[in-house]
């Protein structure tokens, strides 16, 4: 019996985001990933590990033990497991070999990157082909960086379509005095790559009202580009001219099928000091967020009520079913194929 | 994939209560009818109108939407439905038609009567062949009505049987100290028709205590018919001579299997004014009802501990078996024939 | 249908305590032993009665009900039960036989012994061949008693072998400050027979602190022997020379796969006063039961996360595998076969 998956899709040979770097202190870290309970700790020289979080011996959670010099101790017999998971003490056995493969914990790949703790979705790949996916700008002395996490009740679709979905901000975000009369039409160009895609938006109109004026105090052309890239982020990028540039990155990790931890770093470049606008970034993006999980988790909720999806779209749902189909294809192993639309919306 | 029927028996073509009239404003109400979701709301004009509670689009509760000018507006990314459940609107969208089939929400038969929403129980149907049921004498100025509604966890035939049950009444209902020494011993006599079945009561003696007091100061001849008419109608009748009529009439909606909704109306025409009695009733039907209600919550939560009712009758239970009996019929379509006994039973 | 079984194994044909003979007073009280709802009363004279907690009538829980003349009155119709579990009165009923088979409540054998009241796991066995299991000393002038109920959420076989299990003593109830390198090796005998099995300690140095004072003042040779006997006992003895002699026997009811309910006496002979001693024992065994209680609950939450057990054992693990096994052959009716072996460990 290995570990469970969730209900719905599994990504292989993906890299989720465990916890930041400043939740993984000196005690052992519960985190389910893709359904799969793991302890995080801390081994000899601070480096990340990971392992399926049950003790092979009794089945208790490695994660209600103490980290010993770089190794986990479980907390009911003692058992100790080191960074590569081997079992290196067993005590009270007199004359006999600890380290047994049988007696080990599975473990899997893990990096310190970006300030997180990244962990590797299949079991007992020590070296993955592919390393984790890289925030932007973090290290570019001309943007600020505004971090946040949350979690929701949503599967990973979506969250990940909620979070790159136009139309709904209108309503879900809008107040209740929008006036839909004042419309303009846009050109969006759709492209879907083999792990990605993305989408340009042409002829958007600046943002109004408080974001508007942090982006760009002076008004100017709009480039907006939103993105998804295999397995978990979600990119929503614009630009307002060489002065302004905001990019808001969300890496998802799906808990299960019904809740994912949202890790969100938006770097940005004004015109006006960062110092000045951060104060506003996070509370405004704690309202939206807010507005957006409480959504996701009715829309959840009646789901499995309803005992599944049965979704309409439409061409307004720029990206949605792009992200569905490329996480149902790297699931699945299916092949990817490249293609490109475009559309035309009112906002 | 459709609406998800509840485990047990779902009445096909049947009216049942969702609401009261005054519980259904100005905002979309959610009400679930034999496991099915449903969201209320008054259209242009203010007829009552009932639709799956899932937006076609991303299956969002159309119950966290808005009324705007009789349309319901869905809170995620605002598309409409008129009372016909048609889609009206898709904001954004450009150069396309609106009300595709697919983008339609299921609707269901509504009716306001009796101060009543009644909803019709097969989607689709607009002009159900029989209307709901109307209570008795409500325009009858002579009779005076008092009407509670309250939620028990119990089934649709476990709580009809209860309401309709005599020889409970003396042990839930009768305090620690009565004198089973006392009885009397009547003649009843029980029919089921088509789709109903009634009880008639010979010999009864005149209720005792505070109720008998109100129904007939000066005592007289009991006639007591209890009835069940599919498919949640539960109703008691009492005459006591020409001046004492009472006629409590209780409506069943069965949210699933486990609960149903209860909408009681107690109409009765007595020798002293209604005013009189009227502060008596309620309390008293409050308290025979919250007995019968831990009852029914306890019973229903060991049937399930115990995988399913294994019920020993004896002739004493007069209609349980027959309410039973006709609503399984109606919900599996079986022919019902016509049946009639007679019993003794000491009260 | 019948009485509902847990998911885990059955143990046919044993006794289990179902309550401690103060909590069985002049009301009904319900008690689920593997899986089964029971109501437990005193019938005409005493005499504890447990029935299945089910009205045949209508599936109410008898629990419900009042006690009147050694008889069980059923809260809802009245019905009664006497201590053979026969209906003796269905209140209302004209010219009929009342006590018809169908309408007699399920029974199990039990008995009141030492305090306790014991109940039968197998329905309708009158006279079982082997009474319930006798705690040993009670009777005994020279011997203290101690007595404590618990529940534990765990499975039997986890529960046993914790209770059993010598190696986490250092762990979980030793603090962080032990020292592993003052380690004693000792021998263990171990033996499996029809319905039991033991492991005799030998070379224990005698227990320090608290404990190690309160056992032995003046030290001793230490004599420790552990047992466990189907279905339900765990049993751990020491002796320290002619003076201290201390059984502590753990009775488990297992209440579903999930949970049991525990009962813990432990008797003592020691050189000082049992007075003195008694203020002493309750505290430290509530400190021990606490830190297993979390550990058990948190083993049987991760068990059941990843759909099962998956142990890897040692010979540390001295008695649990031979539980394990007991309880399987004796749910399963596989016979068992007598089994001996030594080992060695560090203590």
Chains 1, 2, 3 share one sequence.
Not at 35 to 60: E, I, Q, Y
Not at 95 to 103: G, I, P, Q, Y
Not at 296 to 306: E, I, N, T, Y
Request: charged residues 20%.
């Amino acid at each position: 019996m290995s570990a469970v998956p969730p209900p719905g899709l599994v990504q292989p040979d993906a890299w989720f985001i465990a916890c930041t770097s400043a939740q993984l202190r000196s005690t052992p870290l519960a985190v389910t990933v893709q359904g799969r309970p793991l302890v995080l700790f801390r081994a000899r020289g601070g480096a990340p590990t990971a392992l399926t979080d049950r003790c092979p011996h009794r089945n208790v959670p490695l994660s209600m033990g103490a980290v010993r010099a770089g190794e986990l101790e479980c907390a009911y017999h003692g058992w100790r497991f080191d960074g590569e998971g081997q079992c290196v003490a067993v005590p009270g056995l007199v004359d006999a070999e600890v380290s047994l493969k049988s007696r080990c914990a599975e473990r899997f790949a893990a990096r310190e990157l970006d300030g997180f703790i990244w962990v590797h979705s299949t079991p007992g790949v020590d070296q993955p082909e592919e390393g984790p996916f890289r925030f932007p700008h973090l290290d570019d002395g001309h943007y600020s960086t505004v971090r946040r996490e949350f979690r929701v009740e949503a599967s990973l679709h979506a969250a990940v379509e909620n979070t790159l979905d136009v139309p709904h901000t209108a309503f879900l975000h809008g107040g209740l005095f929008r006036t839909p009369e004042k419309k303009n039409v846009i050109d969006v160009v759709v492209q879907r790559h083999a792990r990605s895609a993305e989408a340009h938006f042409h002829g958007e109109p600046a943002p109004r009202g408080l974001v508007g004026w942090l982006l760009a105090p002076q008004g100017g052309v709009v480039e907006h580009v939103d993105r998804f890239l295999l397995p978990c982020i979600a990119q929503v990028e614009y630009r307002l001219g060489a002065k302004s540039h905001v990019v808001a990155t969300t890496a998802f990790t799906p808990v299960s099928d019904d809740a994912c931890l949202v890790f969100a770093v938006v770097t940005y470049k004004l015109p006006v000091p960062g110092w000045l606008v951060r104060p506003f970034v996070a509370p405004v993006a704690t309202r939206i967020f807010g507005q957006d999980a409480v959504m996701l988790a009715r829309q959840r909720a009646q789901v499995k009520r309803f005992g599944g999806e049965k979704y309409t779209s439409t061409e307004l749902d720029v990206l949605g079913p792009q992200v569905t189909r490329l996480l149902k294809q790297s699931a699945t192993g299916e092949p990817a194929e490249p293609h490109e639309h475009t559309l035309r919306m009112k906002t």
